[in-house]
C-alpha cells in the first residue's frame, strides 16, 4: 500500500507558475511509475507527465510540453511538477499516481495505477 499526498496548488494568473509535489510513503518497488493526471471540469481524466524513478525517463502531454517539467528528488520518493506559462487550459484537479511498473509512455490510462493522491486544485484566470 502506497500513500501519496500532494502540495502546492492554487490559482494564478495566466503566464504565471506553480510547482506541486508528491510525497510517496510505504512500500516502494526498486522501479516506479510516477506521474500526474488532471481532470478538467466536464473533461476525462488525462496524463500529464510520467517519471521512471529507476531511469529518470520522462514524458508529457503534447499539450504542457516545455512548459512543464517533472523531477525526482534523490529518495526518489518525492515527485515534482514545475508548470510554468500556465494557461486556463491547464484548470483542473491534479492526480499524483504511482505504480509498481516501469512508464511506457504518456498514453498510460487511469486505470493502470493502483495508487492516487486526493488531488490538488489549479486554478489558472485569464
Known amino acids: 500500500q502506497v500513500t501519496l499526498v500532494e502540495s502546492g496548488g492554487g490559482s494564478v494568473q495566466a503566464g504565471g507558475s506553480l510547482r506541486l509535489s508528491c510525497v510517496a510513503s510505504?512500500?516502494?518497488?526498486?522501479?516506479?511509475?510516477m506521474g500526474w493526471f488532471r481532470q478538467a471540469p466536464g473533461k476525462d481524466r488525462e496524463g500529464v507527465a510520467f517519471?521512471?524513478?529507476?531511469?529518470?525517463?520522462?514524458d508529457y502531454a503534447d499539450s504542457v510540453k516545455a512548459r512543464f517539467t517533472i523531477s525526482q528528488d534523490g529518495a526518489k520518493n518525492t515527485v515534482h511538477l514545475q508548470m510554468n506559462s500556465l494557461e486556463p487550459e491547464d484548470t483542473g484537479t491534479y492526480y499524483c499516481?504511482?505504480?509498481?511498473?516501469?512508464?511506457?509512455?504518456?498514453?498510460?490510462?487511469?486505470?493502470?495505477?493502483?495508487?492516487w493522491g486526493q488531488g490538488t486544485q489549479v486554478a489558472v484566470s485569464s
Open positions: 517519471i521512471d524513478t529507476q531511469t529518470g525517463k520522462t
Open positions: 499516481v504511482e505504480e509498481h511498473r516501469k512508464c511506457y509512455g504518456i498514453s498510460m490510462k487511469s486505470y493502470e495505477f493502483v495508487s
Open positions: 510505504g512500500w516502494m518497488s526498486v522501479r516506479n511509475c
